[in-house]
């Protein structure tokens, strides 16, 4: 399984963003993680099933942000509504193989810079 996310950048506090998460071979779930120099790496938002309804999202960013899957473009993509200067960090995509397993596939990550 491959993946790559794409869809960072600067954007001023309150505004938006698009990550996606472009995913090739089998895979069941994708969560989307960042990472701050220094901190260790959150889980920002996952599907907890194949279909993406049943999806999980931080406290931190519970309202702002939404997780979703294009299907027919094997895309996942993490809207980010109403930044702020804590979102600021590498955004990464990771899959599982396998319903409750373990995040196995990772993406490169992409760089979001919220400036306030």
């Known amino acids: 399984v491959q993946l790559q996310a794409s869809g960072g950048g600067l954007v001023q506090a309150g505004g938006s963003l698009k990550l996606s998460c472009a995913a090739s071979?089998?895979?069941?779930?994708v969560g989307w993680f960042r990472q701050v120099p220094g901190k260790e790496r959150e889980i920002v938002a996952e599907e907890m099933n194949w279909s993406g309804t049943s999806t999980y999202y931080a406290a931190s960013v519970k309202g702002r942000f939404a997780i979703s899957r294009d299907s027919t473009k094997n895309t996942v993509y993490l809207q980010m509504n109403s930044l702020k200067p804590e979102d600021t960090a590498v955004y990464y995509c990771a899959a599982r193989r396998e319903l409750g397993g373990n995040y196995i596939y990772w993406g490169q990550g992409t760089l979001v810079t919220v400036s306030s």
């Open positions: 071979g089998r895979f069941v779930t």
